[in-house]
Every structure is written in C-alpha cells, then in structure tokens.
C-alpha cells in the first residue's frame, strides 16, 4: 500500500463513519491537523497511531489495509450478524446472496 493508498483509506473510511478530520484528530488526542496531514500525504502515522486510528474507526489493523473489502465496518456488522442465525436461515441468506450476483 502506498502512502497515497493509505491516505485515500483512511479518508474513505473516516467519511463512512461520519467524522470530520479535525474531529477525528482531537477524538484521539491529537492537533486538529493530524488526521488531515496524513490525509493530504504529508505526514504518515507512528505504528501505535495506526493503532489508535484503527480503534476509532472501530476496525482492526488487517481490516485497514484489506482495500478488497470496501466497506470493513457493514462487512464485520453483517459477520456478526450471521452469527446469530442457523444452519437454515444461512443457506436461505447464501441463496439470496448468490441470485444478487
């Protein structure tokens, strides 16, 4: 992953969760600026600040970086979800996943 790669990453999933980069900086202790430097490319985050990021947006570190799954946060709601249901009602799911496709 690029620095621009983890720049549009992080913007992406910040705007999902409907946070302003100033309010994401200071939610995490931080300037006003630090989400948007990073944002904007010119600064990159300390490992223990991927970590901090990572906690806010309420994924963890292999979900940030996994740019396959667009959507990290609806993906491990819906994971949850699907955990709750049974051997029948998640062949009923499969099949209305597979007819979607």
Do not use: H, W
Request: charged share 30%; with cysteine.
């Amino acid at each position: 992953m690029t620095k621009q790669d983890f720049a549009l990453r992080l913007a992406k999933l910040r705007v999902e969760k409907g946070v302003s980069a100033r309010d994401m900086s200071l939610s995490m202790g931080q300037n006003p600026g630090y989400i948007n430097n990073i944002e904007s490319g010119k600064s990159m985050p300390s490992l223990s600040g991927l970590f901090y990021i990572c906690e806010y947006l309420g994924i963890s570190e292999q979900e940030f970086f996994d740019i396959k799954n667009t959507n990290p946060i609806k993906t491990r709601e819906l994971l949850s979800e699907i955990d709750r249901l049974d051997e029948e009602q998640i062949e009923f799911l499969l099949t209305i996943i597979r007819n979607l496709k």
